[in-house]
């Protein structure tokens, strides 16, 4: 992408956004003409840290849009957060995360179970018991041996793929069990880790603790499956629900539609408001034609909760503020700096680059401070327990600007007083992620760091970024990228990045190819505590030594500028659900 226009054009909308939402939050929100919405939002980031237009009311249709499709329908199968999110309509779990706005929402509490579970004091064993009343959209009860099946599908990987695999690895490391579809015993629940005594309980045998365990049951790959309705690769495109909706139709890449089911007893889910009559998803490439039908009113709201485009959050902020949330986000966008790429093995040069970023100019290309996110000094999100405001580098003493004495000096320290040459990936269908290389180029060029901007699709990241062959093979030194938490805490966010363990030949995600032993220790004291807090000690010291280290630089922690429509009841944006509104919780005005 050519540098000087398009970079231009970015940074004009950025700064009209960031004006917008500052006239906002001084004036306290609201728009002097508002002919164009048939009725007013609840106000300027009204779901942020609390429930936007609360509302008890049942009825009506939730109308959802989507740029993509889930990633898979099946609850062993999906990885995308959204989908996780969207799955809490028809799926249960044993655990879950508690309907409550910011911060509170990461609160596991009881869902088929009556309660979190009961754990031993060597926490290697976690027994639940079930609710009454809890059945599947047939009437049937659902039954503990109906989660331990559901569980069980995980371990068919060359039939159940793409989902992810932390029950699998903590259950049975040594991968002894072959999946229900290779299980030679009767009722084909032949996994001895997890026992069901009677239908009503259900109990974990971990071989050692891991004090994130219940984080992953209420992943929906701890969801129950109903053995005679498992069509196996096939279930995608049909789940049987244990939950509020159930399935009247799906067409992929075209349209999802759920309607009540009506075996589903509110008295057996203290959790899921099932307000809407229908959930209706459209799902259209069409980026700005998706805004402005939301903002006509067509949508009530984005099911990928990404955030507007460039010039569907303009529009947004200066004529329908009301309805504008600013989505805190658990994704951090950030650098890799390659070890094994020359001069990157080097500490001193990768603090270079570190004084020598702009990160408020990195900031202001993705939008400024409201639109696009805080500059980021911890390597962990600020959702998760572990994050600091360490910052060895100075980096917000200095407001973001760069330290070019300290970086030429870090150069000298390296060997390298003229500077040198590398290249840095970027993904041209993520947003602003080549603009923003751009500017990491044209910054660091001021210090003597050459940098050749190479842009790929991100599609091809698991063969392209995620192979260290790859990455050596094309001469990358840094890989610009972004990062989510699959569960608020460290373990969650930062292993498969940080951990030597983590390290493979293609969908690789530790691409700094970080190795070494004391971070890999720290991850199993942390995860070995039960303690939460104790365990954020821990994952606090680890941010300290990478950051110490330089080995993998944050720049951003990201915001999303999402839309709230006008007949949306009871949207809060959930940590849990990386900012994203709670879909179960959602309702709409009639």
């Not at 589903?264 to 069409?286: C, E, F, G, M």
């Not at 966010?493 to 940080?498: E, S």
Request: charged content about 25%; proline content about 5%; aromatic content about 8%.
């Amino acid at each position: 992408m050519p540098t000087g226009s398009s970079k231009r054009r970015l940074a004009a909308g950025a700064a009209l956004v960031v004006a917008a939402l500052v006239s906002t939050t001084a004036c306290g929100g609201g728009s002097d003409d508002d002919s164009k919405d048939s009725s007013k939002g609840a106000g300027y980031d009204a779901a942020y840290n609390k429930i936007a237009n609360p509302s008890k009311a049942k009825g009506g249709t939730l109308r959802m849009v989507g740029k993509q499709d889930l990633d898979s329908a099946d609850p062993q199968r999906a990885y995308y957060g959204m989908s996780w999110d969207f799955m809490r309509f028809y799926t249960r779990q044993l655990v879950t995360y508690a309907p409550k706005p910011g911060e509170a929402s990461n609160e596991l509490v009881g869902d088929l179970a009556k309660a979190p579970g009961k754990i031993s004091d060597d926490g290697k064993t976690y027994t639940y018991n079930l609710r009454d009343g809890i059945t599947w959209q047939d009437g049937s009860p659902i039954t503990s041996k109906d989660i331990k099946y559901g569980i069980e599908r995980i371990w068919a990987a060359d039939t159940i793929t793409g989902g992810p695999q932390y029950l699998k690895q903590n259950l049975d490391p040594k991968g002894e069990y072959k999946g229900p579809y290779k299980d030679k015993s009767k009722d084909k629940l032949g996994l001895k880790s997890i026992e069901t005594p009677d239908d009503q309980t259900i109990v974990f045998k971990l071989p050692k603790p891991n004090g994130d365990f219940e984080q992953f049951l209420a992943m929906p790959s701890g969801s129950p499956v109903k053995q005679d309705k498992d069509t196996k690769a096939k279930y995608t495109q049909s789940p049987f629900s244990s939950g509020p909706y159930k399935f009247q139709s799906y067409k992929a890449n075209k349209k999802i539609v759920l309607v009540r089911n009506d075996k589903w007893k509110r008295s057996s889910d203290p959790v899921r408001a099932a307000l809407p009559n229908k959930v209706d998803v459209t799902i259209s490439a069409n980026l700005e034609e998706n805004d402005k039908r939301l903002m006509e009113g067509d949508y009530d709201v984005d099911m990928n909760g990404t955030g507007m485009t460039q010039s569907g959050r303009v529009t947004a902020v200066q004529d329908h503020k009301d309805n504008v949330d600013n989505m805190r986000t658990s994704f951090v966008r950030y650098v890799a700096l390659v070890h094994k790429a020359k001069p990157f093995d080097n500490v001193h040069c990768r603090k270079a680059v570190f004084y020598g970023t702009d990160f408020a100019g990195l900031q202001q290309v993705r939008g400024g401070k409201l639109a696009g996110g805080d500059i980021a000094n911890s390597t962990l999100p600020k959702s998760i327990k572990g994050h600091t405001d360490y910052d060895p580098y100075g980096i917000l003493a200095r407001k973001g600007k760069p330290d070019t004495a300290k970086a030429k000096s870090e150069l000298k320290e390296c060997g390298k007083p003229s500077g040198f040459s590398t290249k840095i990936t970027a993904r041209t269908n993520n947003p602003g992620e080549v603009d923003t290389a751009e500017a990491l180029q044209e910054q660091l060029a001021k210090v003597g760091i050459k940098v050749e901007v190479d842009s790929f699709d991100g599609a091809e990241s698991a063969s392209v970024t995620g192979s260290p062959k790859v990455v050596k093979s094309r001469g990358y030194g840094m890989i610009m990228s972004g990062w989510g938490p699959d569960f608020p805490s460290g373990q969650g966010f930062g292993q498969p990045l940080w951990d030597s363990r983590f390290l493979a030949q293609t969908g690789n995600y530790n691409e700094s190819e970080i190795d070494d032993p004391k971070i890999d220790g720290a991850f199993d004291k942390a995860i070995a505590e039960t303690d939460t807090d104790k365990a954020g000690k821990i994952y606090e010291g680890l941010d300290k030594r990478i950051l110490d280290q330089a080995d993998w630089m944050p720049f951003i922690y990201e915001n999303n500028i999402t839309w709230r429509g006008s007949r949306l009841t009871n949207a809060m944006m959930a940590d849990a659900y990386s900012g994203r509104y709670d879909y179960a919780s959602l309702g709409v005005v009639k």
